[in-house]
């Protein structure tokens, strides 16, 4: 089983960036597909960005394509969401997510494919 912390949350104001970061603890994420989603008040929890455990795979959702950066480095086992240009329909609970994946190239954005959650960290973007 693995544990998922995400860190890096704060409140800036438009135009701002903030980097997020996930550390897994129990597993190494090596063999771990990740994804990041996020949720905003009374709405439902939305894919952000997807990685294959290579990390040479990334998918994005349109609304961040541009703006985010999703990165890993399984040798630390911690994922990473880069986000400038940040605006305040970002502002959400952001939260990563893992599952295992044995072909290196696969990445998930569905909610329904992910086994771990993390704790999520909060963002708010003022205007």
């Known amino acids: 089983q693995v544990q998922l912390v995400e860190s890096g949350g704060g409140l800036v104001q438009a135009g701002d960036s903030l980097r997020l970061s996930c550390t897994a603890s129990?597993?190494?994420?090596?063999?771990?597909?990740m994804g990041w989603f996020r949720q905003a008040p009374g709405k439902e929890r939305e894919f952000v960005a997807a990685?294959?455990?290579?990390?040479?795979?990334?998918y994005y959702t349109d609304s961040v394509k541009g703006r985010f950066t999703a990165s890993r480095d399984n040798a630390k086992n911690t994922v990473y969401l880069q986000m400038n240009s940040l605006k305040p329909e970002d502002t959400a609970v952001y939260y990563c997510?893992?599952?295992?994946?044995?072909?290196?190239?696969?990445?998930?954005?569905?909610?329904?494919?992910?086994?771990?959650w993390g704790q999520g960290t909060q963002v708010t973007v003022s205007s």
């Open positions: 990685l294959s455990w290579s990390g040479r795979y990334i």
């Open positions: 129990g597993r190494t994420l090596s063999s771990y597909a």
């Open positions: 997510a893992a599952r295992t994946d044995s072909t290196g190239s696969a990445y998930y954005t569905r909610r329904d494919h992910y086994d771990y």
